[in-house]
């Protein structure tokens, strides 16, 4: 090996990465500590980032059609592009906020009307204990109970637990605070990115193209343009199998004469944004609130739901959101499963993506040794050659 001043160099990197390596092994914890306190400090800024990223895939679609012809509007596209996405998504909250409110009001208060005849038939029950009470009796006099010291011991855990809520009480009042603080920050950031993406995304390549060789930036940027045409790609199939799957219940809701149809659709529409096991969080409380009104039509909406899953999850789901982000349907359940096992909800949202784009790149790296090896089509094509 020839010794001159780069294979000294590379030398030295190697050595210093590996003791680094391993004296962060050593200590996780202050690793672990530090990737907290940095993650505190950069949350405002990757939430704009995330909440930018959302708003871009339709305000990208609105700007497209404002004045596309129109030289002296261009400078106002982008803002009143910005004005309407967030009108939009402002207006299909308050929608749903408004289809959702009026339908918990009303299961409230049936619950509320019919608790004083729960409280009737709990007095009956009470009244038909009474022949058994002689027995009860006897036997709680049997176990020779220190009432005295059981109510000291009631009354000390009665106050730790107070003096624990008045604390979290405390906590929970300062986590509200700064988690809205994080939010408006992240908000207002996200406005400046989506106002000067252009330009925040020329300056992104230039750091690119200073710090790395040409080929490897050329090769970075389009791994990250590969990486935002899925995320939005998947972005864009969620939202549509949500609507889907959110006018399949009001549908069959309507024709079953189920009650809630409406309200049900929209929860479900709702939670099916979560990947696959989102709409059964909305089956639970549409079960209940149907079952406020008629237990039986609960059982009804349950069989329903789980038939309407099945032709969802098997059927709509892998073909829309996979065909979406470019993922088999196989991987798109795979991609789920493993995202929530290790980040629970977060990580099925991002691992469907995150997977489509490793796919991608997996394929074109295998496609590439085909073709450097040179093997023919007919090695690997279906069906296979035949084994003699």
């Known amino acids: 090996m020839e010794w001159n001043k780069q294979t000294v160099k590379n030398l030295l990197l190697v050595v210093c990465g590996g003791a680094a390596f391993y004296v962060a092994i050593q200590h996780l914890n202050v690793v672990f500590r530090a990737l907290g306190w940095l993650l505190g400090i950069l949350s405002p800024f990757l939430l704009g980032a995330a909440i930018a990223f959302i708003l871009n895939v339709p305000m990208r679609a609105i700007e497209r059609h404002l004045y596309p012809q129109a030289k002296r509007g261009a400078a106002l596209r982008r803002p009143l ?22 339908g918990v009001k009303d299961a409230v208060m049936s619950i509320a009307a019919q608790v004083p ?25 049997e176990l020779n109970i220190d009432w005295k010291s059981l109510s000291q011991k009631a009354i000390q855990l009665a106050q730790s637990w107070g003096g624990s809520l008045i604390s979290s009480g405390g906590g929970l009042i300062g986590g509200v605070v700064s988690g809205v603080s994080t939010f408006v920050i992240g908000l207002i950031f996200s406005f400046y990115i989506l106002l000067q993406k252009e330009k925040l995304s020329r300056q992104g390549r230039q750091v690119l193209y200073g710090l790395l060789s040409v080929k490897r930036a050329d090769r970075a940027l389009e791994v990250l343009r590969l990486a935002n045409r899925t995320f939005s790609s998947f972005l864009s199939g969620q939202c549509t199998e949500a609507v889907i799957l959110g006018t399949m219940f009001v549908v069959a809701m309507s024709v079953f004469r189920l009650p809630y149809a409406v309200l049900v659709g929209v929860l479900i529409a709702l939670t099916a944004l979560i990947p696959i096991v989102g709409a059964f969080i909305g089956c639970g409380v549409g079960a209940l609130l149907i079952a406020v009104t ?71 790296f295998v496609k590439g040794r085909l073709a450097e090896k040179q093997v023919p089509a007919s090695k690997w094509r279906d069906p296979p050659p035949s084994m003699k």
Request: proline fraction near 5%.
């Open 81 to 102: 592009a910005l004005v309407l996405t967030l009108v939009a998504v402002i207006g299909v909250l308050a929608l749903a906020g408004g289809v959702i409110g009026p």
């Open 117 to 141: 005849a729960a409280f009737d038939r709990l007095y009956d029950w009470l009244l038909g204990l009474e022949k058994y009470l002689p027995q009860i009796k006897g036997v709680v006099n």
């Open 294 to 364: 008629d237990p039986w039509k609960a059982v009804v909406f349950v069989i329903l739901f789980l038939v309407l899953q099945q032709i969802e999850g098997n059927l709509i789901y892998p073909h829309v959101v996979g065909s979406s982000v470019g993922l088999p349907s196989i991987w798109v359940l795979a991609a789920v499963t493993l995202g929530g096992k290790l980040m629970g909800v977060a990580g099925m949202l991002f691992f469907i993506p995150l997977c489509s784009v490793l796919y991608a790149l997996f394929r074109d």
